[in-house]
């Protein structure tokens, strides 16, 4: 089993930045895909960005592209999100996430194993 409890979140104007953290307990991450998704009020959750194992990958949906940079540091079982650029439309609770195995693609919401609570980012205008 893995725990996953994300940090990191708040309220941030439009423009600003924020970086989430999400620290893994239970068992090292080293060997486990780790990704970000994030949900708006209304909307389901959706893919926001992934790394593999050695963090020599990483994957991004395209409206954050060139704004986020997902990162991870295996010896402290940490997953990051640094978030620059934040627009309204980034408002949601993100949720770090865990799957047994690398990634060779985009992953899905029903290929991850393992869940955070989320926390909340809030973007005004």
């Known amino acids: 089993q893995v725990q996953l409890v994300e940090s990191g979140g708040g309220l941030v104007q439009a423009g600003g930045s924020l970086t989430l953290s999400c620290a893994a307990s239970?068992?090292?991450?080293?060997?486990?895909?780790m990704a970000w998704f994030r949900q708006a009020p209304g909307k389901e959750r959706e893919f926001v960005a992934a790394?593999?194992?050695?963090?020599?990958?990483?994957y991004y949906e395209i409206a954050v592209t060139g704004r986020f940079t997902i990162s991870r540091d295996n010896a402290k079982n940490m997953l990051y999100l640094q978030m620059n650029s934040l627009k309204p439309e980034d408002t949601a609770v993100y949720y770090c996430?865990?799957?047994?195995?690398?990634?060779?693609?985009?992953?899905?919401?029903?290929?991850?194993?393992?869940w955070g609570e989320g926390t909340l980012v809030t973007v005004s205008s």
């Open positions: 790394i593999t194992w050695r963090g020599l990958r990483a």
């Open positions: 996430a865990a799957s047994v195995g690398d990634f060779a693609a985009e992953p899905s919401y029903h290929t991850m194993d393992y």
């Open positions: 239970g068992r090292t991450i080293s060997n486990y895909g």
